[in-house]
């Protein structure tokens, strides 16, 4: 990881075996409801013994999944104790029957875990356009509910993929207001059943203790920094929904906005979405590599991140990372045309810390050996200085492989 | 061709054989000067026996290759006689020295020719960052000069192709003030050599005789219409280069703006930059499909074009595209993140005329074996419905295959 990511933390910070089980007072679990044709597991429960302070972020996508607009009813709230997601059907894009499908789930989740349903936050990922299978699921409930334990993490993880290859979890331990805490969590990337729509969760918990209303401002930061830096096509889900419960059982006085307390639960939520989004990035349809697009010298920050942000999306940047080929000419066409200002005659390129463009041409003496090289590694730096001011911003990102075409394209519904 | 395309000219237009060289006072040629490696023709040489009115119109990346820059500053005087372009370095990223180079190439071919420097334009596609080999042009110069010939439009049009697979070339005939005038055109499409930046170029002639100043509004209102509607990876070239020489030889009275007879130039200038501009989509870096996004019901044209926009740059739409898979909920997902007023309970997609999608639903009694029918040819047309207002704009794209990866990644220099 680079060192600059999570600097801040470091020092404090102890990673752990384990996802989001490894905090106090929660059990997760996953069964096959059925909803996948592979048989694969497909629901997923995570289960807080304590009720928790809720904070979520979910997708700017206008197109929203009816399980993303029931959450974001229930996270108004401010507490919930259970997160239930389904995956092989987003359930976006089904109308009034969508919506009553995704409440039943909360109902149903919540009447045997004996919470309100209001408690209760939904996921769904996959076919979009077609109504949820809710015999199965109404079938299913009760045995995923059995299926809770305080290491279910890992199933709970399994449970929420679809073309991913690997399931993903982190947590990490740090002191907050000198006092241990843990937070852990679970993610999902980009990825599709039959295929469908690319779509990220990120379910954490943690045990800290938060004040009612700080934990939002806090979560939005931190998916700010971490998810919202992340990308792997330049589309976005309409499902895309991170969560955070903090269940207070580390019985810490209850953290407050401007609190060094609050600020040291930040910087580890920060870092363990920071993590989980590389994870996420470095899983990416067909990806290969995992490269840090790192943008300095720009006249602002907000124009650091527009030229960051279409480095990585170009295609023709994103094929000639795959092809392993030092070709900058396409980092200055994908920075010249972003919405950055640009002057290509103070444009630098690096790749790790090896030169290859200054001043907007090829280096004299430059190393392409040295640099092939760096390419030919899965994770790598791409260091712009656009040479004009002080905004600077950071975005990861994959290649664009013949794989992710043959993902996306080749195995029709 | 969709018949809305050039509804408003299509009673008076005829299409004629050939391309540039069908016009009255234009010779074409092109050799091959050693700048690619394969030995094809490399340099294109366009001549108009009469001095003529020049427009044209540049790419918006802040980043410009030095021809781009050269050929700016000239076409700014007004008039031209002459277009030189190379292809397999494209002279970007190069310095004072770039600049110098393109300059000799109009000052060397000015001499041969007889005309001033400041008459000629240049245009240059390929490798980016490296300098021109200006000894092998310098040596080719003379031979190019010879070439030009009265059939040598085809020549020309082969001698700027980079990753075509084929020339693009397009020539009508039409009235203009009661009397007959021709346009005539060669373009070429996104493709690298080695590979490095794609380029687009379109060079048009017409014999008709535009009075000072009228052609600028023309050209552009026509590239908008036509080129700025084609996307093949939404990416955006250092060196595009859209050039239109007017050079009278129809001996009609100058036509001049608000004038009926320039409005007819201008129907038949869109009419062929559409047909040029839509050879190129569907001969983009490995596409197999041509799609028209036409999005009506918008809340303003400019909403409709961010729209179509967005559906035509998804990875998502391009990959289900060419895997000809019926994937509305990724178009309800692309029209969700753009920038323009989407409510998804009114959007409507068809494919061609055949509903898929009503009020943002899957439609009732949905034809998807007929749907997957339309997507097994080669050319259809996605037509959405935001329900919305009275905008309306439409978007060439084609789909994105495992061949775009690999012409872009694989063939590493």
């Known amino acids: 990881m680079n060192p600059r990511n999570s600097g801040r933390a470091a020092a404090d910070l102890d990673w752990l075996e384990g996802g989001i089980t490894a905090v106090p007072g929660i059990l997760a679990g996953g069964v096959a409801a059925g909803i996948k044709p592979s048989g694969k597991k497909d629901l997923a429960l995570i289960y807080s013994s304590a009720p928790a302070r809720v904070a979520a972020a979910f997708t700017s996508n206008q197109v929203k999944g009816a399980p993303v607009l029931v959450s974001m009813e229930h996270a108004r709230g401010g507490l919930a104790q259970a997160i239930v997601a389904s995956s092989g059907c987003s359930n976006v894009c089904t109308g009034e029957r969508g919506i009553r499908d995704a409440r039943e789930m909360t109902k149903l989740v919540g009447e045997l875990l004996r919470i309100p349903a209001t408690h209760v936050l939904v996921a769904s990922t996959g076919v979009i356009g077609v109504p949820l299978p809710m015999d199965k699921i109404r079938a299913a409930l009760p045995r995923l509910v059995k299926s809770l334990s305080p290491q279910g993490g890992r199933v709970a993880a399994e449970a929420i993929l679809t073309t991913d290859t690997r399931p993903k979890e982190a947590a990490l331990r740090l002191e907050v207001s000198g006092r241990p805490v843990t937070i852990g969590g679970i993610a999902k990337g980009v990825g599709m059943i039959e295929p469908h729509l690319a779509t990220m969760?990120?379910?954490v918990a943690t045990d800290a203790g938060v004040g009612r209303g700080a934990l939002g401002a806090v979560v939005r930061r931190a998916v700010d920094r971490s998810f919202n830096r992340a990308t792997v096509d330049g589309d976005q889900s309409t499902?895309?929904?991170?969560?955070v419960l903090a269940n207070g059982l580390a019985e810490n006085t209850p953290l407050e906005a401007g609190g060094r307390g609050l600020r040291q639960l930040a910087a580890g939520l920060e870092a363990l979405m920071t993590k989980?989004?590389?994870?996420l990035v470095a899983d990416g349809e067909g990806a290969t590599k995992l490269v840090s697009i790192t943008v300095r010298g720009a006249a602002s920050r907000r124009d650091a991140l527009l030229a960051a942000?279409?480095?990585a999306n170009s295609p023709l940047v994103k094929t000639a990372i795959y092809g392993q080929d030092p070709n900058w000419g396409r980092?200055?066409?994908a920075?010249?045309?972003s919405a950055?200002?640009?002057?290509?005659e103070k444009v630098?390129?690096?790749?790790?810390?090896?030169?290859?463009?200054?001043?907007?041409?090829?280096?004299?003496?430059v190393r392409l050996e040295r640099v092939r090289e760096i390419m030919g590694g899965q994770e790598y730096d791409i260091a712009i200085d656009l040479g004009l001011g002080r905004g600077e911003d950071r975005v990861w990102t994959c290649d664009l492989s013949e794989e992710y075409v043959r993902i996306n394209g080749k195995y029709t519904t």
Do not use: H, W
């Open 201 to 203: 969760f990120c379910f």
């Open 331 to 333: 980092i200055m066409m």
């Open 309 to 311: 942000r279409s480095v």
């Open 335 to 337: 920075l010249g045309k």
């Open 276 to 279: 989980l989004a590389r994870m």
């Open 239 to 243: 499902s895309d929904t991170v969560a």
């Open 340 to 344: 950055a200002r640009v002057d290509q």
């Open 348 to 365: 630098s390129i690096a790749f790790n810390d090896e030169p290859v463009a200054v001043r907007g041409m090829l280096k004299e003496g």
